[in-house]
């Protein structure tokens, strides 16, 4: 699942001070200073409640006025490296933002006011009560201190009215989230409330010390994406613990321990999902090239690839469509190849970053597709062969772009109901490798002239779902297609749905992409990553979750690392 929304921690996730005991050391005595920060320590460690704690932090809080706990926020607070960074990406990728923190109302007011409530979806957490010369029995709703944070930054310069400096913390604060643990079920009562259709798995939680363990454990357990940021060795040891002994649905990430250098840019690669491989109508996928964005951005996706099988038809169109819709077409195809030292029927090869106007890559694309209707009229007069009335031309009308045996089996699909229930059935009774009717496709261009074209075209070439292969002829062709010149594999691959042969779950799959993983690491090659994505009959887009870091390496060339 691509993430739809983002739940942090804010005391040293986003901020490096602990902001409730940091405005009693600046506008208090030391003394209380010492009280709240020791408490509080206690609090994040776990050996004191929250109730306890703010309790405690209540009376010390006492007579800071809301002038104060405004300029706090504009003065004092220390964001962490790439936080404005961060906010953007959030707003330009359309994924809220949810302080789910101990912290104060107020201080998450000052902060929409600052960045903007667009970057700042809501709040879940505390609330320091005000009244007038901080009198609970004079107190002010949450709705007055939101409007009146909101009218000192306004327009209208109600920052010198008096009314800042009258207006007071008590000794009262209200919680919110009374307990570390309840971070993760609030934040999906949030979600509930405030969206459509975002369930658990979609949810991404940060936190940094064992006060937010609840949070990043919580999430995590429940399909999520629990991230541990800016994080201490306490954390780190807690976690790891817990992957190691208890069934974790989601997934718990470390994103840099605890330092001034720690970086929320760093968390990005892991919250953007790419898609490399995808097929459209230029070839044997059922989306126009605009329905397949579509498509991408309704399901999260920063950049798709666009890898029609010898064709780049869509290309165009989609890049023109991409323009100001806040996701990255890569210009791609998908080469069939066939090599003498292999004995399989394709071999298909990825050309990413291509030059589509490329005349040679033309060319070649023109030579395997004239191989490629040979073979599809072969097949189709061994079909009739068969007893099937199917022609080759009404077969030819519905084909827009590359002639493949999808259309062929849709073909057969409408005209014999009764025989078959599926594209994928045709293939099991017909035209699949080894079926009675399959016919293979000889001479379309070997492996390395494929190679050589991608890199005359100014792309990177990756070999294609490599655990299609049984696991020795794989490696042996990785070897043979690095020596050719091949630049890498494709290590990120839905194989449980698109491989029914190798009969593995989702947890067999994701052991076979970090098997391709490390053979990428070893021999320090790039890796790419796709869903195979056809349309209705194969709706895989975005289904195996493809990192950021993946497209920013293969940009940069850089290996698995």
């Known amino acids: 699942m691509a993430i739809k929304l983002v739940s942090s921690d804010l005391n040293g996730t986003l901020v490096h001070q602990h902001t409730m005991s940091d405005m009693i050391r600046i506008y208090k005595s030391e003394e209380d200073f010492k009280k709240a920060d020791n408490i509080f320590k206690k609090q994040t460690a776990g050996t004191a409640t929250m109730e306890e704690a703010f309790k405690a932090a209540g009376p010390l809080s006492k007579g800071i006025t809301l002038r104060q706990a405004i300029m706090y926020t504009q003065n004092h607070m220390r964001y962490l490296k790439g936080f404005g960074e961060f906010l953007e990406f959030l707003k330009n990728t359309r994924i809220p933002l949810?302080?789910?923190?101990?912290?104060?109302?107020?201080?998450?007011?000052?902060?929409?006011?600052?960045?903007?409530?667009?970057?700042?979806?809501?709040?879940?957490?505390?609330?320091?009560?005000?009244?007038?010369?901080?009198?609970?029995?004079?107190?002010?709703?949450?709705?007055?201190?939101?409007?009146?944070?909101?009218?000192?930054?306004?327009?209208?310069?109600?920052?010198?009215?008096?009314?800042?400096?009258?207006?007071?913390?008590?000794d009262k604060i209200k919680l919110g989230l009374k307990n570390e643990e309840a971070k993760a079920s609030l934040i999906l009562k949030y979600a509930k409330k405030h969206f459509k259709n975002i369930s658990a798995s979609e949810i991404a939680h940060i936190g940094d010390t064992m006060g937010d363990s609840g949070g990043i454990l919580g999430i995590a357990k429940l399909g999520g994406l629990g991230i541990a940021f800016n994080y201490n060795d306490e954390l780190e040891n807690f976690l790891k613990n817990k992957i190691k002994n208890e069934k974790i649905l989601g997934k718990i990430i470390f994103v840099n321990k605890k330092s001034e250098e720690a970086d929320l840019q760093h968390i990005i690669p892991y919250i953007k999902r790419i898609d490399l491989q995808n097929h459209t109508i230029a070839s044997d996928g059922e989306l126009t090239p605009?329905?397949?964005?579509?498509?991408?951005?309704?399901?999260?996706?920063?950049?798709?690839?666009?890898?029609?099988?010898?064709?780049?038809?869509?290309?165009?169109?989609?890049?023109?469509?991409?323009?100001?819709?806040?996701?990255?077409?890569?210009?791609?195809?998908?080469?069939?190849?066939?090599?003498?030292?292999?004995?399989?029927?394709?071999?298909?090869?990825?050309?990413?970053?291509?030059?589509?106007?490329?005349?040679?890559?033309?060319?070649?694309?023109?030579?395997?597709?004239?191989?490629?209707?040979?073979?599809?009229?072969?097949?189709?007069?061994?079909?009739?062969?068969?007893?099937?009335?199917?022609?080759?031309?009404?077969?030819?009308?519905?084909?827009?772009?590359?002639?493949?045996?999808?259309?062929?089996?849709?073909?057969?699909?409408?005209?014999?109901?009764?025989?078959?229930?599926?594209?994928?059935?045709v293939f099991d009774k017909l035209i699949g490798v080894g079926k009675k009717a399959f016919i293979e496709t000889r001479d379309r261009v070997p492996i390395k002239d494929a190679i050589k074209m991608i890199k005359e075209s100014g792309g990177i070439s990756i070999l294609a779902h490599?655990?299609?292969?049984?696991?020795?002829?794989?490696?042996?062709?990785?070897?043979?297609?690095?020596?050719?010149?091949?630049?890498?594999?494709?290590?990120?691959?839905?194989?449980?749905?698109?491989?029914?042969?190798?009969?593995?779950?989702?947890?067999?799959?994701?052991?076979?992409?970090?098997?391709?993983?490390?053979?990428?690491?070893s021999k320090k090659i790039l890796e790419s990553g796709g869903n195979d994505h056809h349309g209705n009959y194969r709706p895989t887009l975005g289904t195996v979750e493809v990192p950021y870091s993946v497209l920013e390496n293969l940009k940069k060339r850089v290996p698995v690392s």
């Open 98 to 170: 949810v302080i789910n923190s101990t912290g104060y109302t107020v201080t998450f007011y000052c902060m929409q006011e600052k960045f903007g409530t667009e970057k700042m979806h809501g709040f879940i957490g505390n609330y320091m009560q005000f009244g007038y010369y901080g009198n609970a029995e004079k107190k002010i709703t949450e709705k007055e201190l939101r409007e009146k944070v909101k009218d000192f930054f306004s327009e209208k310069n109600n920052s010198e009215s008096k009314e800042y400096d009258e207006i007071k913390a008590t």
């Open 466 to 521: 490599p655990g299609i292969y049984p696991k020795e002829d794989s490696v042996r062709l990785i070897d043979y297609f690095i020596d050719a010149g091949g630049d890498g594999i494709e290590t990120y691959y839905p194989y449980n749905i698109i491989c029914p042969y190798l009969n593995i779950d989702e947890d067999e799959n994701k052991k076979l992409i970090d098997f391709y993983r490390k053979i990428a690491k």
């Open 290 to 425: 605009e329905e397949l964005v579509d498509s991408a951005i309704k399901k999260g996706l920063s950049a798709i690839a666009i890898t029609d099988h010898d064709s780049v038809a869509s290309l165009k169109k989609a890049i023109k469509y991409s323009k100001g819709r806040n996701i990255e077409v890569i210009p791609g195809i998908e080469l069939s190849c066939d090599d003498p030292l292999f004995s399989y029927d394709k071999i298909d090869i990825l050309g990413l970053f291509v030059d589509f106007n490329n005349k040679k890559l033309i060319n070649m694309m023109g030579h395997i597709n004239r191989r490629r209707e040979e073979n599809k009229k072969q097949i189709i007069e061994k079909l009739r062969g068969f007893g099937y009335e199917i022609e080759y031309e009404d077969v030819k009308k519905a084909v827009k772009g590359t002639f493949g045996r999808p259309h062929i089996a849709k073909y057969l699909l409408k005209k014999y109901p009764s025989e078959f229930t599926s594209v994928a059935d």
